[in-house]
């Protein structure tokens, strides 16, 4: 055997580095995209409302809600990620996912998501047959947008925004406090205005390519979209409205009814930027607009004290 032909023999038989436990773990953590499950901050919704956060015993059973759902939604992106890998490889950003780089492989991602989901219903399970209920409708919501909603106009906005509602709803079947028609109705209604917020920055950043990334994008036009933004935002502020003119006697009635100011002023704020091309991930918005997170902390503000004082 030549000289050549011995060190290319040696070659294929040397074995191909395995990737490190650590990067696969770090890919897990990326695809489980931990900066969307900031979300889940939906949960302290209806108890807020309803004045329970205080008490030690809602904030362990809300701190339970929050890991149970952070691990179902990380599984249900693990397995997306799977699904959608060759679409992902064609996307200009969604490229750089892990399973579609590479970097996790699909099965890796099988057995992480599959992990995750069990994990978030066995945490459900500590909280009741309710919460296991609701958890369970949230992961169909989003199997089901994923597999079919989210090719079909409207419906993919609806989907969405029933997923928000889901997280907005469970927090009160965690603790146990009722949730009244107002509150249902401004989670609903709020959560179809960011939702097709989100879709009117998608067509502003992808221009002509918004299409081959998102399907539905070439259904809406700007001008639909801000149809859409206008119905929802009025159908919840008047909802607000009647909520705060329904306070309990026994709190601050005022203060409920001043916290309408700063929750209309953050809406025409946010379609102001939204109308300028400044769409995006809505939690990047309000951080990144020093008044649209005045306003936004003003409202926390208004609010808590209308409830709790």
Same mark, same amino acid.
């Given at each position: 055997?030549?000289? $050549? ?22 890919? !897990? ?17 209806? /108890?807020?409302?309803? =004045? ?10 809300? *701190? ?21 890998? &060759? $679409? ?9 996912? /892990? ?11 099988? !057995? ?5 989901? !069990? ?8 909280? =009741?047959?309710?919460?296991?209920? !609701?958890?369970? =409708?949230?992961? *169909? ?28 709803? *469970?927090?009160?079947? *965690? ?33 002509? $390519? ?39 006697? &026994? ?32 939690? $990047? ?25």
């Amino acid at each position: 055997m030549t000289d $050549d032909a011995y060190a290319a023999s040696a070659l294929r038989a040397k074995p191909r580095p395995r990737t490190s436990g650590r990067a696969v773990a770090g890919a !897990i953590v990326r695809s489980a995209r931990p900066r969307q499950w900031v979300k889940n901050v939906l949960l302290l919704g209806a /108890p807020a409302a309803a =004045g329970v956060l205080a008490r030690p015993e809602a904030l362990g059973r809300l *701190a339970v809600a929050f890991v149970a759902f952070c691990a179902a939604a990380a599984g249900g992106y693990l397995l997306n990620d799977v699904r959608d890998a &060759e $679409d992902d490889r064609r996307h200009p950003r969604k490229r750089t996912r /892990p399973v579609a780089s590479g970097a996790l492989t699909e099965r890796a991602a099988v !057995i992480a998501g599959i992990t995750l989901l !069990i994990a978030g219903l066995a945490l459900a399970a500590a909280l =009741g047959w309710a919460f296991v209920g !609701i958890l369970l =409708g949230y992961v *169909a919501l989003t199997a089901t947008y994923s597999l079919a909603l989210r090719d079909v106009a409207v419906l993919d906005l609806a989907a969405v925004a029933g997923c928000h509602v889901a997280r907005a709803a *469970a927090g009160g079947i *965690a603790v146990a406090v009722p949730l009244s028609q107002w509150f249902l109705i401004v989670a609903s209604f709020g959560s179809l205005f960011v939702v097709a917020g989100k879709r009117l920055g998608d067509l502003a950043d992808l221009g002509e $390519d918004a299409p081959s990334a998102r399907a539905t994008l070439a259904s809406y036009s700007p001008t639909y979209l801000r149809h859409v933004l206008t119905m929802s935002s009025a159908v919840a502020v008047t909802a607000y409205c009647l909520w705060s003119l329904d306070t309990p006697k &026994e709190t601050w009635p005022v203060l409920s009814q001043l916290s309408v100011v700063p929750l209309v002023l953050f809406l025409l704020r946010y379609a102001l930027l939204l109308d300028q091309g400044r769409g995006g991930a809505p939690e $990047d918005l309000v951080l990144a607009d020093r008044v649209l997170f005045a306003l936004a902390a003003a409202w926390v503000a208004l609010f808590a004290g209308a409830v709790y004082l």
